[in-house]
T-cell receptor, first 113, second 115 residues
Framework: DTGVSQNPRHKITKRGQNVTFRCDPISEHNRLYWYRQTLGQGPEFLTYFQNEAQLEKSRLLSDRFSAERPKGSFSTLEIQRTEQGDSAMYLC???????????FGPGTRLTVL | GENVEQHPSTLSVQEGDSAVIKCTYSDSASNYFPWYKQELGKGPQLIIDIRSNVGEKKDQRIAVTLNKTAKHFSLHITETQPEDSAVYFCAAEGAGGTSYGKLTFGQGTILTVHP
């Protein structure tokens, strides 16, 4: 399967713990996006990368959130000191370049107890 | 920033009927409008998209229309089948600067096709 992959698919954690998610984009896709989706809502943009450069961060991305794409391939999204309000589906998407179709991964569902 | 409104929030049709979902957007500079289908527990899957240089695009039973003047676009599904049942999202792509490529999604439409 050459689509976008995300790991883990599910994560349950206790409030205050740190969690890290991984996204592997489609090979040769230069752009990588992170979105968050809560129940009954559409995905909301969090941040995106052009190769290894993080070009924009949403105001939704508090100081507890950090994302990296160190070699311009896979990306990680870390949430520190998780809160119950962080419970959501975290989606990753990739595209060949600026303005190209975004293809989404299956998401990581985070539950914070 | 961009704001996308989607209606209706739920849509129930009989198999074989047509389904129409409508979206409006606020940023007149937006020029790319994809539609995604999302099934339970899965990520959104692109089903059709349209760019602002055309007014309509069709792919078998699915079509999308765009009215840039009125800033609205619609998804049309004909001859619906039970497997079309899912949540559908419209989106608009930001334009200008680093917002280029950032998608703003509508709230989603739960489509149910009854056999």
């Amino acid at each position: 399967d050459t689509g976008v992959s995300q790991n883990p698919r599910h994560k349950i954690t206790k409030r205050g713990q740190n969690v890290t998610f991984r996204c592997d984009p489609i090979s040769e896709h230069n752009r990588l996006y992170w979105y968050r989706q809560t129940l009954g809502q559409g995905p909301e943009f969090l941040t995106y990368f052009q190769n290894e450069a993080q070009l924009e961060k949403s105001r939704l991305l508090s100081d507890r959130f950090s994302a990296e794409r160190p070699k311009g391939s896979f990306s990680t999204l870390e949430i520190q000191r998780t809160e119950q309000g962080d419970s959501a589906m975290y989606l990753c998407a990739s595209s060949l370049g600026q303005g190209d179709t975004q293809y989404f991964g299956p998401g990581t569902r985070l539950t914070v107890l | 920033g961009e704001n996308v409104e989607q209606h209706p929030s739920t849509l129930s049709v009989q198999e074989g009927d047509s389904a129409v979902i409508k979206c409006t957007y606020s940023d007149s500079a937006s020029n790319y409008f994809p539609w995604y289908k999302q099934e339970l527990g899965k990520g959104p899957q692109l089903i059709i998209d349209i760019r602002s240089n055309v007014g309509e695009k069709k792919d078998q039973r699915i079509a999308v229309t765009l009215n840039k003047t009125a800033k609205h676009f619609s998804l049309h599904i004909t001859e619906t089948q039970p497997e079309d049942s899912a949540v559908y999202f419209c989106a608009a792509e930001g334009a200008g600067g680093t917002s280029y490529g950032k998608l703003t999604f509508g709230q989603g439409t739960i489509l149910t096709v009854h056999p």
